[in-house]
Nanobody, 126 residues
Framework: VQLQASGGGLVQAGGSLRISCTTS????????VGWFRQAPGKDREFVAASTWTGAARNYADSVKGRFTISRDNTRNTVYLQMNSLQPGDTAVYYC????????????????????WGQGTLVTVSS
């Protein structure tokens, strides 16, 4: 499964942006899809994840209430709507997918994800 993240760009603090994750060659199926980000000089960190139906969605505390993960399985696309963006949100955002098996990390562990996209850069200016 090849994933592709898109929609990144430059936005002012307080603004909004929606990034997308699609697959090529196959569908997400019932995979769990997560978003992670990596800022310059920092480790990759969990942002949000959603199960196939969206019944279970988890967020990092730093983005809770500002970011929303959603998926349109008919379009094979997962979105991350980002509102009230802050300079600290500047990072390369990656989407990843994993099989819908039990997660010991509540889908927060990057080590659980089998497929990764190439990332899209989000820059928030102050």
């Amino acid at each position: 499964v090849q994933l592709q993240a898109s929609g990144g760009g430059l936005v002012q603090a307080g603004g909004s942006l929606r990034i997308s994750c699609t697959t090529s060659g196959s569908s997400f199926g019932r995979s769990v899809v997560g978003w992670f980000r990596q800022a310059p000089g920092k480790d990759r960190e969990f942002v949000a994840a959603s199960t196939w139906t969206g019944a279970a969605r988890n967020y990092a505390d730093s983005v809770k209430g500002r970011f929303t993960i959603s998926r349109d399985n008919t379009r094979n696309t997962v979105y991350l709507q980002m509102n009230s963006l802050q300079p600290g949100d500047t990072a390369v955002y990656y989407c990843a997918s994993k099989a819908p098996r039990y997660s010991s990390s509540a889908y927060r562990g990057s080590y659980e994800y089998e497929n990764w996209g190439q990332g899209t850069l989000v820059t928030v200016s102050s």
